[in-house]
Structure formats: C-alpha cells, structure tokens
C-alpha cells in the first residue's frame, strides 16, 4: 500500500500547553502563511483558534466569534493546506461511533491525519477556555473554569487533527476538533454530537515543520510524562460539570 503524504505546520507542542505554557509566541496572521486549515489557542487560552479556508476565526468562551487580527498571538497550532485525500458521508451518527468508522478508513495508525467535516447538527456540546490572568496555571486546572455550550439544530464546520499514540507529547493523540458554525457567529471545542447529515474529507500528512519557541516559560517547561495522557484526556474529550 503506498498513499501520498502531505505536510503540516506544528508551533510549539501539547505537553507545553497543557503544562502551563500559554504565552503567545507567534502572531495568529503569521499561522495563515502555512496553510488555510488549522486549530488551536491565544495567548492566555483567550478562546479556541479556527483556520478554515484560509480565513482565521476567534472563538470565546461566551460563543461568540472574532475574525483574527495581527495584534493577536498563539502558544500552540497545528496548520495545513488541505487537499481531501478521502471523501466519506454519514448520516443519523454521532461523534464517538463517527470517530470509530473513521479511524477504521485511515489507512495507517502511525500518521497524521487533517480532517474536515461539513454537516447538520441536532446538537452540538462545545467548551472553549477562559481568559487566565498571570500567574498561568497547567490547563487541567484552567478547564475548571471553562465554558460550556449545548447547540442545538445548526449546521457548521469542523476543523479536526488526528495524531498517532506515538506523538502524544507533541500535538492531541487521536482526534482534536473544533466546531464554528455556518453563519460564523457560534463554536468551540468539540465535546460530543449528533450529526443529522456529514460530510467528511480526510488529508493524509506525513511530513511536518515544527516550529518551537524561544520564549523563557517554553525553554523552561517541565513535563510530568506519567499524569499527560489522563490530563488530555480530562481537558479535552471530558465535560468539566
């Protein structure tokens, strides 16, 4: 089996983020030039960051959506140009089994994986972080006080990275997603769902650039590599209520 790779842009990684490190190191405009597809934060958790077609949106923790400006800056994002190696369609399913379904198509385990999904939603359960204010704390302690939406009967987008076991320092294992909806006045980070109808594209990436920080709070980051993956998985896959 021989598939065709494509590369992504990686600034920072996840084991610092979660830990605490969430200065912005890059301008958010600057992500723009590496690709039209993309996740992640702003400085001080200030809201979940979406690149989708080119065009960069603000997320925060009320719902409501910014367009970014070259004043705003991240600690961690994952960019592509995206080209659809894969086109699947589902219907009545919800997040975990869609999740399921697709990692059974991927044609390895050991890649990376950009996905795009375009559906209708019945409901959508999305958290996006609040503001911290310095000193920063570790993000499972700022997932305390994060902001949780139910969305109901709505169609949107969502911009999702799927990462191998192997990698789990460096960006989410398994699928990171987040959702802005079609009028681009609603999202976040993607909990759960249940999707009426979803069109699903798929890029494979094989090769990435990763772009580290030199600022102070990186360079001194410490990592307790036992507790990471219960930590992701509280902040990201669990409901905080």
Known sequence: MQIKGHNFFQHSIFSALMSGDVS???????LLKHGNFGLGTFNATDG???ILDGKGYQILASGDVNIINNQMTSPFA???NFVADLKLTFNNIGFSELKKQLEQKFPSSNIFYAVKMKGSFEKISTRTLTKQKE???????????????????LSGDLVS?????????????????????SDKKTGGHVLDFKAKAINV?????????LNLPVTESY?????????????IKKVESESQK
């Open 78 to 80: 994952s960019v592509t």
């Open 219 to 231: 360079l001194k980051h410490k990592v307790d590599e036992m507790s990471i993956h219960a930590d």
């Open 161 to 181: 990275f799927w990462g191998p076991n192997f990698a789990n320092m460096m960006l989410v294992p398994g699928f990171h997603a987040h959702f802005i909806s």
């Open 48 to 50: 979940e960051l979406i």
């Open 135 to 153: 000193p920063f704390v570790a993000l499972k302690e700022a997932a305390k006080n994060q902001s949780e939406l139910v969305l109901e009967n």
């Open 201 to 209: 594209e798929i890029c494979y990436l094989t090769s990435f650039n």
């Open 24 to 30: 912005g190191s890059i301008k958010t405009m600057e």
